[in-house]
């Protein structure tokens, strides 16, 4: 079974091989396309075996574990990869219409494969030290994506978000270096056992901590977030829209990994910090947002906004509250790419992304308006839209703790980024384009336009879909949920498998 | 042998942060550097010491005679090593055309990306 695992990490990197090679030539960026569209194939032949059989593990080279590097699928893997080979094939047919030929010969698609495989690899090991190497590739490739076509504001961008992400990469691996030191295993589902009975439970809980800030300051939480907004307003539009999807989660999705396999000695503690950073990361996020005056710079900080739920989920730590986290995890990602790309088009239209500089979209492209409505008001949590499902579970995991003050902050964090939609929408959209101001609505070629405006489409019908139809979803979180909650399943998949 | 890895690993940590807290950027890098090599230095001290018994299997044997150094935190170390270093040129590169660019590493010069609020568009 081990193929099923392998091929949603050798596609992007084959691909990135092969698009490298083509990188002068106009079939490179069809073969960034091919691949991503192979990708998502196979992605969903693993969520299939995965339905199919529960977890599934693979032992790379026939190391049996806890020695070798094991590839692991259970549900939120699983969900994790598909919905990565989602927002890939989307970004790829994103990136037709937007970066131009200067930058894909400098191997722009063959960097963009990378940084797909390294998230995907980043969900499927079910080994530390792996996790460090795929958090690496992912890094290398997202720094080069960050700073690639040059200018001053994406090498300033690109110095802070390189010197943030290195810190925290040195204090996640001088956790994975204690955490050896203590327990003498890597493979996470034996460290689960060697974790509970190690005697100096305290240097765990250290150790826990350590682990915290290293994945917090990925997934951008409180007070750890100061890369991002200074950041993911500074690349291409494709670039940026893949990052506020994918990067932060896998931040998220190590936590939650983390922090349900292995460090469960002392949730009293290492989850009331969680949930405290939680509720501040969603405040100081969505007050952020609404001091920017530029698309992307709100979009930016309401990411810093959502992760709060996502980590509120973990914190929480009910059986409803993480399966809220997992189905916030995946609506947040189509949601938060798709406006990310909304914004790229706004620019195309309209030539910038500064609010007081723009507007009159409304009546320009109302396609565009209509397609903008559906993921920020999904964000905002209305009803019907995905959005809406994933804070009501959230926002019902709280009450029936008795957390009301949770519950309050989530609904006012709510309110407020509907302000920002709203700002977004009467500024952008509403408002008259100002005079002087580049209107200049047709710009683009059609076959651009076609190009950016599809994935949007695509991400916006399946926003609409989980929110019309939410039961499969919610049940599949519910799975997911009681898997991260009760390993034993995942601890025998990996420990039992014969090579 | 521990005590002693652990003062240096202390003292390369002290180092790096004093260079880190800098506002210019190389100094920054070099902070980074220092902090690279105390935690390599973290996990290799954390495979236990052992001295002067290298992992080796003699010849006809299949698994080693005795008490032997811990072989996995070395592979551990030399992985960070090679990703550190790939890192750090990374940073490096960027800093230099960063300089080349805008004539500054100073990281509160650094305002394109965030220009101040009163500063002309």
Redesign the interface.
Known sequence: MSWVLVMPIAVPFATAVVAYLARNFPAGRWISVAGSALSLIVSALLMIAVLDQGVIAAQMSNWSAPFGITLVADYLSAVMVVITAITGLATAIYALGEIPESTERLGFHALFQTLIAGVTGAFLTGDLFNLYVWFEVMLIASFSLLVIGGGKERLDAGIKYVALNLVSTLVFLSGIGLLYGVTGTLNMADLRGAVAAAENQGLITVIAMMFMVGFGVKAAVFPLFFWLPASYHTPYFAISAVFAGLLTKVGVYALMRMFTLVFVGDVGFTHEILLWVSLLTMFTGVIGAAAQMDFRKILSFHIISQIGYMTLGLALYTPLALMGGVFYLVHHIIVKANLFFVAGLAKQYTGDTDLTRIGGLYKSAPLLAALFIIPAFSLAGFPPLSGFWAKYLIVKAAIELDYWFVAFVSLLVGLLTIYSMTKIWGYAFWKPHPEGYDPTPDRAPARVTTAMITPIAALAAMTIVIGFYPEPFVQFAQTAANQLLDPSDYVTTVLGVQP | MESLTALIIGALTAASVYM?LTRS?MR?LFG?IL??N??NL??F????MTKGAPALVPYGADAPLGIVGNA??QA?VL??IV?GF??LA??LA??F??FR??GT?D?DE?????PKEDAP?
């Open positions: 880190m950027f920054f980074l902090l690279s105390a935690v973290t996990i001290a954390s495979g236990r996995l935190p551990l992985t960070a990703i790939g890192l990374f940073a960027l800093a055309e960063a660019r805008t590493v990281t650094l305002r394109y990306a965030e568009k």
